[in-house]
């Protein structure tokens, strides 16, 4: 996609979210649920298939192009931007990349066309930022499959017509990433959990109680869907990110204008240094923060079948660790939503007695901004994952045998 393509497209989706999300935002977080209507018009203009390839129904996008398509959806609502980013992220991402041609079929002109919303079940009571040890477990059942387990915290979970669910096929490595029906039965939605923020979003656990899965419904190897899913959540951290500076510049925004009517001592509060300084620094670290978004989604590589980024360090440049695709994801989220925090943070000081009323937006942009440093995994997490990529990388280069 060429610079003004993109830029073209940035436009839309920012004059979409001005006219059809951010005067809504306020009334959704209050109600706790979004006008279903939303999905209908997002659907129109072919976001729900960013990342679906044009023979299925979808628009093609690179993941540059998606990312700006995602910061403006966030900077107008942050529940519409996550029900889009999983829906395209991780869901159609990990579908587009391995299940088979017949599967794509099938599964891609529904999600591209919002027949279908997609929903990515891998989180579990017991299992969260350690997915290796997921309880929810798929049986054989003769040439089919029958699951059963716990879900929890699943984004548009009670919504969705498609959910890309993973559960243990065998020991404790060995997980199947399987495509199910919540039409299915002995698969129920628990009731919609009571979020600090991202309340308009559809938060829910899900029930399974032997719910039959044909052999077909099952996507690549039986053993691999951990892999698939580890994949698939780089493209969910890095849209995670995008969501995060999007918040980040509603909030910094709102902060600027703000600062412009608010008077004390004589003049506006723009004119001091103190406030100046919050919003230089909210604009320097979500600049950075969108700079490491669009590095990570360029190395995320082609949406293609079989494809991925590379994770590989390129050792060419001599540059360790930060190469690959896995580590530059972690870095964006890390960075990003630690950024969104604190512009909101720092936005709600901006205004003062009125940041903290509900009336005024910025508390629920800190509220948004909060959920970005814990879904598709903690900043902890990201600090590990980061390190564990250096010191692996500047092992085997070592030829140290652990790495
Ligand atoms: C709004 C929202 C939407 C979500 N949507 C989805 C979804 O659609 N699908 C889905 O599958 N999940 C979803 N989740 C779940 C989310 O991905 C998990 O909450 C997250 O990965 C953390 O897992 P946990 O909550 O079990 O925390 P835990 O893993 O129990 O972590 C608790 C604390 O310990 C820290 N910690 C854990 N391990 C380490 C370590 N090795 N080193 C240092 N610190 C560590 C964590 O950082 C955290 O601070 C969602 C969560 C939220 C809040």
Redesign the pocket.
């Known amino acids: 996609m060429s610079t003004s393509e993109r830029v073209e497209i940035q436009a839309m989706a920012r004059e979409f979210a001005a006219a059809e999300l951010r005067p809504y935002a306020a009334e959704w977080d209050e109600r706790r649920d979004l006008d279903a209507t939303v999905f209908g018009k997002l659907a129109e203009l072919g976001f729900l298939g960013m990342l679906i390839p044009e023979k299925h129904g979808g628009l093609g996008f690179d993941f540059a192009t998606y990312v700006a398509v995602l910061e403006e959806l966030a900077w107008g609502d942050a529940s519409v931007a996550l029900a889009v980013a ?1 829906h395209n992220g991780p869901v159609a991402t990990l579908i587009v990349r391995h299940a088979s041609a017949e599967q794509q079929r099938r599964w891609l002109p529904k999600l591209a066309s919002g027949e279908a919303l997609g ?5 579990e009571p017991r299992s ?3 997915p290796g040890g997921l309880a929810t477990r798929a049986r054989r059942a003769g040439p089919d499959w029958s699951i059963s387990g716990e ?5 548009n979970g009670g919504r969705a017509g498609l959910v890309v669910l993973l559960a243990a096929t065998g020991d404790e490595h060995a997980v199947g990433a399987f495509v199910v029906s919540p039409t299915a039965a002995g698969y129920t939605v628990g009731k919609r959990e009571q ?1 600090l923020g ?1 309340r308009a ?1 559809e ?1 829910v656990a899900l029930e399974l109680h032997d719910v039959a899965v044909s052999a077909d419904d099952l996507i690549g190897d039986e053993r691999e869907g951990l892999h698939y899913a580890m994949e698939a959540l780089d493209v969910g951290r890095v849209g995670t990110a995008a969501q995060a500076v999007g918040i980040g510049r509603a909030a910094m925004e709102h902060a600027a204008t703000y600062a412009l009517e608010r008077r004390q001592f004589g003049q506006p509060i723009a004119r001091f240094g103190a406030i100046q300084e919050k919003l230089a620094r909210m604009a320097e670290r979500l600049a950075a923060g969108r700079a490491l978004t669009l590095d990570a989604a360029v190395a995320l590589g082609p949406v293609t079948n079989g494809a991925a980024g590379s994770t590989a360090p390129d050792r060419d440049r001599g540059r360790l660790g930060l190469e690959g695709r896995t580590a530059r994801a972690a870095v964006a989220m890390l960075a990003a939503s630690d950024a969104a925090t604190n512009a909101a943070d720092e936005a709600v000081q901006v205004f003062g007695g009125y940041g903290y009323m509900r009336h005024y937006p910025v508390e629920r942009l800190l509220r948004d901004a909060k ?1 970005t440093e ?8 990201m600090r ?1 994952v980061i390190a564990r990529e250096l010191l692996r990388d500047v092992g085997e280069l070592r030829g140290d045998k652990e790495a």
């Open positions: 999983v929903a990515f079940a891998m989180s969260g930022s350690d879900k929890r915290w699943i984004t979020t991202l979003s938060t959920g814990i879904y598709g995994g903690t900043s902890e997490i590990h």
